[in-house]
């Protein structure tokens, strides 16, 4: 069965000269083969893929974009890790919490195998 959306979240570099993903966009495709509807980026800041969240309560009625975007975020200036947590409509950040450490960058996933003694990304 063919589901119909109208928005989708993706990370993207904020400038041709970014390093890693630096932002999180998102794209609405009802608008002529899509176009970025909201964005979040902040200087020094990595992100990570970000996993959508319905509201809790939410009904088959409610908007698609009600709910939250989590997403592991990396400051490359404090040199720790965080979980954000974003409006999925606006992408405003609207909590941060800290990890007591630093997560490697990571596109999708990371695998830390028992055996391997470390962590190691999985693009």
């Known amino acids: 069965a063919r589901h119909d959306y109208r928005f989708f979240y ?20 009802s608008r002529g083969g899509g176009a970025v509807a909201a964005s979040w980026a902040r200087p020094g800041v990595y992100v990570t893929e ?7 309560g939410s009904t088959a009625a409610a908007a698609e974009d009600d709910g939250v975007l989590l997403s592991v975020l990396y400051n490359s200036t404090t ?3 965080s979980l954000g ?3 999925a ?3 405003a950040l609207v909590d941060q919490f800290g990890l007591g450490g630093v997560v490697p960058f ?13 962590c190691f990304t999985n693009p």
Not at 10 to 29: H, N
Request: with cysteine; hydrophobic share 45%.
């Open 10 to 29: 993706a990370l993207a570099p904020s400038a041709a000269d970014s390093k890693w993903f630096d932002q999180i966009v998102k794209v609405d495709v």
């Open 85 to 87: 947590v974003f409006d």
């Open 50 to 56: 970000a996993d959508f969240v319905p509201r809790t």
């Open 89 to 91: 409509r606006s992408l």
């Open 79 to 81: 040199d720790s890790s």
């Open 106 to 118: 990571h596109a999708h996933g990371i695998v830390c195998p028992a055996w391997h003694g470390g």
